[in-house]
Nanobody
Framework: QVQLVESGGGLVQAGGSLRLSCAAS??????YAWFRQAPGKVREFVTA????????FYADSVKGRFTISRDNAKNTVYLQMDNLKPEDTAVYYC?????????????????WGQGTQVTVSS
């Protein structure tokens, strides 16, 4: 059974940091991404990483504040979020695919985690 399980969400004050983790089981994936969805808004791309971590891509809204990384030995991807802002408040989803190219389109990811809530207070 293939699963992606996120952890690390929570409540933090503006300017603070959180680190999200996404542990995959059941198979190995080439590309991982993080998306987020705020109440009443569409799910949006945050960041993605290729199979060896050599290539990453970030949405402009998080560039310079968020860092994606992966540990292939643990089949886990991480999202380090620094200098958090209230507008970062959302449910964060881990997504994965076997195609070895980064995509910012959510429909191109076939595997999803259940999501973890991140709330940033002002």
């Amino acid at each position: 059974q293939v699963q992606l399980v996120e952890s690390g969400g929570g409540l933090v004050q503006a300017g603070g940091s959180l680190r999200l983790s996404c542990a995959a089981s059941g198979r190995k994936f080439s590309t991982y991404a993080w998306f987020r969805q705020a109440p009443g808004k569409v799910r949006e791309f945050v960041t993605a990483i290729n199979w060896n971590g050599g290539r990453t891509f970030y949405a402009d809204s998080v560039k310079g504040r968020f860092t994606i990384s992966r540990d292939n030995a643990k089949n886990t991807v991480y999202l380090q979020m620094d200098n958090l802002k209230p507008e970062d408040t959302a449910v964060y989803y881990c997504a994965a695919r076997t195609v070895p190219y980064i995509s910012t389109v959510n429909t191109e990811y076939g595997y999803w985690g259940q999501g973890t809530q991140v709330t940033v207070s002002s």
